[in-house]
């Protein structure tokens, strides 16, 4: 059964049109993360949530932005795509106390 | 600071070759956590196992080991008798298990086993 879900997996954004990118557990679990991975990079960590409260990371930059509206979804948004941002976006979610993350298995976005 | 170092960019063996991946961490915590995940080509990260700073002793998953030494800052990862479906990039991350921490990924190592 799917834990954490991605939706779509492929997206096709158009240079400077907004995107929103999905993410949704089914695990419960407090915190949730989005991460930017390019081609041969490790990921690297845009923001995340702890139950409501919102923290980014100081290097990410003021295009993206984030909504969790409840437990169980988080939202991505690109307000206005580059050609930089083409990459995979990976959502997790993990519980305090263990830190291990559980993965959705992303979406690869690219922008035209 | 944390760091997480994987030397190794990619490394390639004909199947059923044992392979080890290495993976060198520096932290000033003395409570921390660390792992090993799997990214095969579909994109996936796929969590492998995670490890407490204050257990050192070696584990054994199937064909999987991970051999964990703080004398050394070290946890690698070995893979015996490989096999095409181990193809990945496997990275390994350091936490700081503080309550929930976010993780210090190394750069990651493609494994490429080839039959």
């Known amino acids: 059964d799917a834990m954490v879900i991605q939706n779509p997996r492929y997206q096709v954004t158009q240079f400077g049109k907004p995107v929103t990118l999905s993410c949704s557990q089914t695990l419960n679990h ?58 995979m976006y990976l959502c997790a979610t993990s519980l305090p106390g263990t830190d291990t993350q559980y993965f959705g298995p992303g979406t690869r976005l690219t922008v035209l | ?40 080509p ?24 991970w051999n964990f030494q703080k004398s050394t800052s070290s946890f690698n990862f070995t893979i015996t008798a490989s096999q095409v479906v181990d193809s990945a990039v496997y990275f390994c991350a350091l936490s700081e298990a503080k309550g929930y921490s976010t993780l210090t990924f190394g750069k990651g190592t493609m494994l490429l086993v080839s039959p």
């Open chain 1, 30 to 87: 407090n915190v949730m993360y989005w991460y930017q991975q390019k081609s041969s990079q490790a990921p690297k960590l845009l923001f995340h949530y702890y139950d409501k409260d919102f923290n980014n990371e100081a290097d990410t930059p003021d295009n993206f932005q984030s909504r969790r509206p409840n437990t169980s979804f988080c939202f991505l948004d690109i307000r206005s795509p580059g050609l930089g941002d083409a990459a």
């Open chain 2, 42 to 65: 579909s994109g996936e990260l796929v969590f492998l196992i995670r490890r407490n700073s204050f257990d050192e002793q070696n584990e054994i998953s199937g064909r999987y080991s």
């Open chain 2, 1 to 40: 600071a944390q760091k997480v170092t994987q030397a190794q960019t990619e490394i390639s063996v004909v199947e059923k070759e044992d392979v080890t991946l290495d993976c060198v961490y520096e932290t000033r915590d003395t409570t921390y956590y660390l792992f090993w995940y799997k990214q095969p």
